[in-house]
């Protein structure tokens, strides 16, 4: 009864959370909806909806060939590395990605010089629209690659033998097993890239170079830090709530696109693809994608041996953001942790219960839901909810920490549940009567039992947000202050200030860290996985 | 059940959120700024320096994007703002700024000041000037603009870097300054200028460090920039375009809180920046025209500037009336 109550109490303050800031956007004095529909208002939400289209499209497009190439070629030489570096973009603070991405496509980048050296006048713009792109397709082509190769993966072998002896040419084993699961994905990777463009801040912020090419995200943003306009920031904010409320109703009925691999795709051999055409076709096309994903990474890793690093750890300007971002991430990590464990115990103690009543499962659906809110009110709409309703109790920026904290945790919470629940129901499941029975609770029931078992994912999920927390920008640009630099806000103004050296330098550091969480977050859920077997 | 470990998980939070938290003592001077004023290379630690020697204080400035964005935290931060002095607005926005009830009157004597259109106020007080110009580089853009309106009408491929009129005063100087050329046609003529523009910046240091970088051939910003490349690296490559519409003008100012926690030290400090302790950083370091007397007279290089024919310049108040409206103007004009 107490896990209920604990997860009622979850459900209330994450939806009492999220409400204040709603109610705080629709209710704003003088908001007047005049502004909602002025040229400036709807070119923003047009190019929002085309910069994530054409994002999409070219992610997906791009994926396909990867995804292809990667599963039908098991035994390519370093597969697993480039599998892994796919992985990498996930874990990297976007802010960092954007500076990789300028060394290489920047006007002064590798590859311009390339360009110019190959008699091209006109070098690639990295800012407006096709730098958006570029960049988004950096990010999410790993992750359409990632999530169709596991589902080519899935295939049970029998489809390859019976297509390695019927003789099917590459053509046919496309259209006739590969196709349809590929379609089968698709409407599920395209709509969660399609998300995540469409509400896609620091690159925009970083890289658009002016109203010409600004998300609504960033238009929000900058009417409250830029303009001081509320009335057009809840315009926005609440343009942009709805176009993901709708988003997310038509998500609801695809298919949610998983990573893990079915434990029987290992025996799926695979015939085809041994024809010379379809090898150099394939080996081409994965030194592209590495190439691609790999030198951002590679510039960023260069630029930064080159800033002075010694002096700029010592620096008190990096101590203070480190500490600062750290006690951040530390605090959300740790109180998203608590959500998640609390909402999963509530979950799985309503479950088990006989007969539960209308409002316990309510409070059940009502958890789920609240899980993955952020999805629904991104993390710079809820933060200027709560800047507007906190304005009339003097200076935001004093309340910028807590808010900060809260606001990343929910944006790790539902990743967090997805590492933590798996983990959690196993464990009851073999513990929960047992321990029952034997009347072992409280204090003593976490030393014996759980604290042994639960605390290696524990510390995962704890880690992956720490990760997510440590590299955002969003929130705490829109509170920043001199009294609340992180490690990301500090890299924005001296990249601001184009001392790109020690920005290099401190995207380093930052990348590393952040990959090293990332690491511990996910390679422990593939031993698990292992374990299981 | 698993409170106990639920509980431990809070202390590990609250004890890391308590370290967020972080305060110094003693008595400082707190000035907001914009951030080229503090760099390294900027007046900021000279001006420090000498007039921390004439007080017992902390001189703290606190460098916020550019004036444009001063006058929004200002507005976002009201009465609760922790600055004694805001050093950095220009008198595009002085009306806005002394609307905003939260500076008091200076009681700085500002006689001897000598600025273009002799620029009285009674809240707040000139410290330099200068004329907004199109600097290029002279070994890339062979045949530069001479007016403003071939700059609109140039060649495309030719880009300019310019700064956003929302948060930086050289943006919102050249959108006086099309709005006074061009009156009722500024939208259109922004139409036209906007295929040369290859990025708006938030501030003039961002869009002046892609102009130095080589990354794009014209940027907005003043007559006196040259200056600097002459002294500093000794280059004359760097070249400001003279407009025969005439120049706009900038004058900076800079004003006292109301609430200012160290309130007569910040009046100290308005007046000294009248005095040659602070006027001798201002033609080397922030490459702007003294608005008071130095203790020597200026570099040669400055004699070698584009000296305007025309000054232009839109009252204070008719600024503050009209800004938004025509911000929202050249955002209509910069979107697709």
Redesign the interface.
Known sequence: M??IGGGALVLAVITGFAGTALAALLLFDGAGFSGLL???TL??AR?TLWQATLSTLLSVLFGIPVARALARRPQFPGRIWIVRLLAVPMGLPVLIGALGLIGIW???GAMNDLLRMLGLA?PV?I??LSGILLAHVFFNMPLAARLMLAGLERIPGEYWRVAASLGMPSRSVFRFIEGPVLLGLLPGVAGLIFMLCVTSFTLVLVLG????A?TIEVAVY?AL?????PGRAVALALMQITMTGILLAAMAFVPVPVEQSATLARGGRRFDGWRRQTQWVDGTVLLLATTFTGLPLLAVVLAGLKADLPALLFSPAFR?AA??S???A??AG??S??LA??II?ARAAIGSERRAGMALRGIRAGLSGAGSLILLVSPLMLGTGWFLALRPF????RFA??LV?VINSLMALPFVIRVLSPAFDVHQARTGRLAASLGI???A??RLI??PVLAKPVLMALSFAMALSLGDLGAVALFGS?D?VTLPYLIYSRL???RTNEADGFALILGFVCLLLTVVGTLGSRNRMTDDR | MRTKFLSLLAACAVFSLSSVAADAAGKTLTVYTYESFVSEWGPGPKVKEAFEKTCDCTVNFVGITDGVALLSRLKLEGASAKADVVLGLDTSLTAEARDTGLFEASGVDTSATTVPGGFKDEVFVPYDYGHFAVIYDSKVVTSPPKSLKELVEGDPSQKIAIQDPRTSTPGLGLLLWVKSVYGDKAGEAWRALNKRVLTVTPGWSEAYGLFTKGEVPMVLSYTTSPAYHIIADKETRYQAAAFSEGHYVQIEVAGLLKNAPEKELGRDFLRFMLTPGFQDAIPENNWMWPAAATSAPLPEAFNTLVKPEKTLLIPSEEVAKNRKAWIDEWLAASVK
């Open positions: 107490r896990a002025d040229t400036y070119s923003v190019f920047g006007r002064q006109e713009s800012y407006g170079g002016g109203p010409a600004t900058q830090r830029f303009d001081f306009d203070r500490l600062t750290l006690a951040i530390l605090s740790c109180l942790v608590m464990a609390t115990h003097g200076d935001v920026a920490p807590t904290i609770q409280g204090f029931r976490l759980d604290g001199d609340l601001g200030s184009y």
